[in-house]
């Protein structure tokens, strides 16, 4: 079994910063690429960033210059850091990512999502 778990979460002021982590845990062998979604009221879940093993970046064009994502590959974790947030930021935010378990299985996985609230 694979499991993503993510923390981080939570109210802050427009303006604002947040840092989401998701950390990758059970029978895992490797993990490839990694990413943040999120998904807003009413709307389809969007991609927002993902990372290659070796720390390639790709973002949405309504996080650049705002968003950083990075990894750690000692601890299987992935983060999110949200700087000058607006209340469209606001959305569920999940994790993601490609992982060979020890059955040499590549799946995606999903995270169970965080709430990132934007408002005064």
């Known amino acids: 079994q694979v499991q993503l778990v993510e923390f981080g979460g939570g109210l802050v002021q427009p303006g604002g910063s947040l840092r989401l982590s998701c950390a990758a845990s059970g029978r895992i062998f490797n993990i490839y690429a990694m990413g943040w979604y999120r998904q807003a009221p009413g709307k389809q879940r969007e991609l927002v960033a993902t990372i290659t093993r070796d720390s390639s970046t790709n973002y949405a064009d309504s996080v650049k210059g705002r968003f950083t994502i990075s990894r750690d590959n000692a601890k299987n974790t992935v983060y999110l850091q949200m700087n000058r947030l607006n209340p469209e930021d606001t959305a569920v935010y999940y994790c993601?990512?490609?992982?060979?378990?020890?059955?040499?299985?590549?799946?995606?996985?999903w995270g169970q999502g965080t709430q990132v609230t934007v408002s005064s």
């Open positions: 993601n990512a490609d992982i060979k378990s020890t059955n040499l299985l590549i799946m995606g996985y």
